[in-house]
Every structure is written in C-alpha cells, then in structure tokens.
C-alpha cells in the first residue's frame, strides 16, 4: 500500500499542481509539506513521495488516515463520517481520483499505479480494482 501513499503525499511544482487533499484537510495554505522544481515533463515518479518519512508527523498521520479511508477500513469509514459530512459513499472514490488527477504529467500518477498493481496479488488487486479505474 506504499503505493497509495505515495500518490496521497506527491510532491507538488508550482503553478502546475493544485493543493493537496492532506494540506486542505490540515489547513495547509502552501504546498502541503514537499515542493519539486522539476518540470511537470519530468513525469511522475519525481514528484511521489516514495518515503513517508520525508513529511512531517501531523502530514503523515493524515496521509495514513486517507490510506485507511481509500482502503475502507470500517472504523477509519466511521470516524470520517463523524468528521466529513461528505465521506459518503462514491465520495471516497472521487477523492482518489482527485488525488490522482494531474493531467499535465505524462504517463499519469494513474497510469503509473496501474502498472505498480502489476505485481500485486490476484486477489488483492481484485479487491482494490476500485482504485485502480477511472
């Protein structure tokens, strides 16, 4: 799952990408906790962040509790609804895919997944064919 973490903590190049979902939810008003100089042509490998610990504590307490919510671990979905009104069913996969959404970058964080969940067992990539559409 260092996958899906690695998309929800990507790095970001101004002005090219938007704010991240974590530094909305942590009312971050710059760019989340990473910033790249690279060139959205770079691709997008340079911009994920490959090793969680390059963000600060609080970043990555929320980046694993969007983990929890995209993977739909009942009692992380529950103290989401307690908090977000909007964590309804459907929303979560809108979320993913506004994280995944760069459309500037070639191949796409999408893409990129997609060919990472190569390797995946059959039946974890059955389970969490969700993620991996568009």
């Not at 610990?53 to 979905?77: N, Q």
Request: charged residues 25%.
């Amino acid at each position: 799952m260092g996958d899906i973490l690695a998309i929800i903590g990507k790095k970001r190049s101004y002005p090219f990408d938007q704010r991240s979902l974590v530094a909305e939810l942590l009312g971050i008003r710059s760019w989340c906790s990473l910033r790249s100089d690279l060139p959205p042509e770079a691709g997008c490998e340079p911009f994920l962040c490959l090793d969680v610990g390059e963000h600060p504590v609080c970043t990555r307490m929320a980046m694993f509790a969007l983990l929890g919510l995209l993977l739909k671990l009942p009692r992380c979905m529950h103290m989401w609804r307690l908090g977000r009104s909007w964590v309804i069913d459907g929303d979560v996969e809108r979320q993913w895919q506004r994280m995944l959404n760069d459309a500037v970058r070639v191949p796409s964080y999408l893409a990129w997944f997609r060919q990472r969940s190569d390797s995946w067992s059959a039946p974890t990539r059955a389970h969490f064919r969700y993620l991996l559409e568009d």
